[in-house]
């Protein structure tokens, strides 16, 4: 299920139009908007939030690798490596629209598995060429984002916007 601002949510047990699902409407309504996440739980940034635009450059890198060098091999590593990260963004932010946010775990393994591999990669080649543009830069922005990558799945991955109450209530 989406939500939008202009549309708080609801909660899935309701079943019926009474006045005490109304009132729990309005109170879901009123944690989501107005107050922080709760106790022990921080609010931070979600991975798709990364890998969206980390995916961009990657995938923009490699085209201008081709069109200034004439680089193949940098179009195939940019196209390749950046349109994975391309499909994780998205896979990841579709799972986490629909309410399901630890539900793409393919998305999680995907991202991550690109960030090892452009650091390592890119890592030994500036260390075999000290040159860096572009395999230094690659290889610490994408050590920068395996880092958050490795921190979001320690901590349980994306986090839901929405937070239903128990039906202790």
């Known amino acids: 299920m989406l939500v939008y601002p202009t549309q708080p949510p609801t909660d899935p ?26 106790a022990g739980r921080k609010q931070i940034m979600e991975d798709f ?4 635009p980390y995916g961009a450059a990657v995938l923009g890198g490699g085209v201008a690798g081709y069109l200034k060098r004439g680089s193949k091999a940098s179009l ?9 990260l391309l499909l994780a963004g998205a896979l990841s932010a579709r799972a986490f629209a629909r309410g399901h946010p630890s539900g793409s775990l393919f998305a999680a393994v995907l991202q991550t598995v690109c ?9 030994i080649r500036y260390i075999k060429t000290r040159k860096v543009m572009p395999a230094g830069i690659i290889a610490a922005v994408s050590a920068l984002v395996l880092i958050f990558y490795i921190y979001k799945i320690s901590n349980g991955g994306n986090k ?4 239903y109450p128990s039906n202790a209530e």
């Open 76 to 84: 195939a590593a940019g196209g390749g490596f950046g349109g994975a």
């Open 49 to 52: 939030y990364v890998t969206i």
């Open 13 to 38: 047990q309701s079943h019926t139009a009474g006045e005490e699902d109304q009132r729990r409407e309005a109170r879901l309504s009123e944690e989501y908007y107005h107050h922080p996440p709760p």
């Open 115 to 123: 960030a090892v591999a452009l650091t390592v990669v890119m890592g």
């Open 160 to 163: 839901s916007p929405i937070s």
